[in-house]
């Protein structure tokens, strides 16, 4: 896939108050422009995902040849706002100073990227989208741009997601901000390497949510005769460490917020009213050891989709098995494709 940059001339207004000019989304598409009555795929990634499906998270799944193939349709993936992956967010430059944005970039919402990638669409000539597939966070987009714009789409695929953010993960993003705002550097905006501490400890409290017990590659010392026990928290200092290279902590709090934004039914009657006027056809995709969207949860938004189709991934992988059960993801996929 090919990276391309958009900008949005004029302002661009936040849903929760501010607005700034020239926005920028960061997207991949297809290496070929779009072309009126080609077939669009629109991919909606999770939350610290870039927009490079191929490359990076899905190589299994996107590109030439593959289950979702970049030749045959005209492949789009969109980077949220606020994340570190490109598109506008606090660590943007801020014409004012000449400076990153900080904590002076406006609040936002899964509405306002959804609006973002809506410019984008108009952008690049895109009347329909034949197909949205969307993993964890990428689904509060789709739930969301769904409700508001459903006649742009005519198949909808929600995997390991939900149409409102839980106390559950809630909870785990008030402690992920917690271990930010703890690191005494993350408050001076000196410059984008601040709260780098607190960054490393907020990644390892979202990882140990990505996986389960029973998948968490049973992180057991060599030795019996260990006195105290290491060899699973080396791990998870070691990618924290890797993730800290790529991100700051300031795109990190800003996407964190944008999860608990995630609520389709405000402001339009409730998620229930909403799921039930759904006129898409729509396959849910769960994993069954997720602890974030786990099938208890999962489940009632299918059915409160009038046809919808569930399937559950029996996997050991707990939230991370989107990413890991390519295979079996894909046999859903294959007979839904046109």
Not at 268 to 283: H, P, S, T
Not at 297 to 304: F, G, H, I, N, V
Request: one cysteine or more; hydrophobic letters at 40%.
């Amino acid at each position: 896939m090919i990276r391309h940059t958009y900008r949005h001339s004029g302002a661009f207004a936040f849903e929760a108050g501010g607005s700034i000019d020239n926005l920028e989304v960061v997207y991949h598409t297809s290496p070929r422009d779009y072309r009126t009555g080609d077939k669009v795929i629109w991919l909606c990634h999770a939350l610290t995902a870039s927009s490079d499906a191929e490359g990076e998270w899905w190589p299994a799944l996107v590109g030439p040849g593959k289950t979702i193939d970049t030749d045959k349709y005209f492949v789009i993936c969109a980077n949220v706002l606020g994340s570190a992956c490109g598109s506008s967010g606090p660590a943007s430059k801020n014409p004012a100073t000449g400076k990153p944005y900080f904590f002076d970039f406006p609040k936002v919402t899964v509405h306002d990227t959804v609006e973002a990638f809506d410019l984008l669409r108009k952008y690049l000539g895109i009347k329909k989208i034949d197909i949205i597939v969307s993993t964890s966070m990428g689904g509060f987009m789709t739930f969301d741009w769904l409700a508001w714009k459903p006649e742009l789409f005519d198949k909808v695929f929600f995997i390991a997601t939900g149409a409102r953010v839980t106390p559950w993960l809630t909870g785990f993003n008030a402690a992920m901000k917690m271990a930010l705002y703890a690191d005494p550097t993350f408050k001076e905006r000196k410059s984008l390497k601040g709260g780098m501490d607190g960054l490393k400890s907020a990644r390892t409290i979202a990882l140990l949510t990505y996986r389960c017990e029973e998948g968490l590659f049973k992180q057991v010392e060599d030795s019996e005769d260990v006195m105290f026990a290491d060899k699973a928290g080396s791990y998870y200092r070691h990618q924290s460490s890797k993730f800290v290279k790529e991100w700051d902590a300031y795109s990190y709090l800003y996407v964190c917020d944008q999860v608990d934004s995630n609520n389709v039914g405000r402001g339009r009657g409730g998620v229930e009213k909403v799921l039930n006027a759904i006129k898409a056809d729509c396959v849910f995709i769960c994993m069954s050891s997720d602890e974030l969207f786990p099938p208890e949860d999962m489940k009632p938004w299918a059915d409160m989709v009038p046809g919808a189709r569930y399937h559950q991934i029996e996997t050991p992988y707990g939230h991370d098995g989107f990413l890991i059960e390519t295979e079996a993801i894909g046999k859903i996929l294959v007979p839904e494709l046109p």
